[in-house]
């Protein structure tokens, strides 16, 4: 099974989530994808995304992260060793 980065683990589980036209910026490492009319992003501390650990980043997607996203879809949800913290999106969306 070849090596998966920590920035491809999470593009797939946006992806495998059904979210749309997934991008992410490097600096900050943030993330911007939609569910069609809607957008949303997720953006990590760039602490904590260096220092997690692949496996512990994959387990913090699938049982707190992707929840979180649902639930607060159109928003921004930024993830730092602290937890998870919800903010208005700091983007327009335009189609």
């Known amino acids: 099974m070849p090596d998966v980065t920590k920035n491809q683990a999470i593009l ?8 749309q036209q997934v991008t992410m910026r ?11 009319p ?10 904590y995304f260096d ?3 692949l496996a512990t980043l994959q387990a913090l997607m699938r049982e707190k992260v992707l929840p979180t996203i649902k639930q607060h879809f159109g928003k921004k ?3 730092n060793a602290n937890g998870i913290s919800i ?3 700091t983007h327009e969306h335009k189609r």
Request: aromatic letters at 16%.
């Open 12 to 19: 797939a589980a946006l992806k495998s989530a059904g979210y």
């Open 51 to 53: 220092e997690v650990t």
């Open 77 to 79: 949800v930024y993830v």
């Open 38 to 47: 809607r957008l949303s992003e997720l953006e990590f501390s760039r602490n």
């Open 87 to 89: 903010f208005p999106q």
């Open 26 to 36: 490097v600096v900050p490492k943030l993330f911007q994808f939609n569910d069609g």
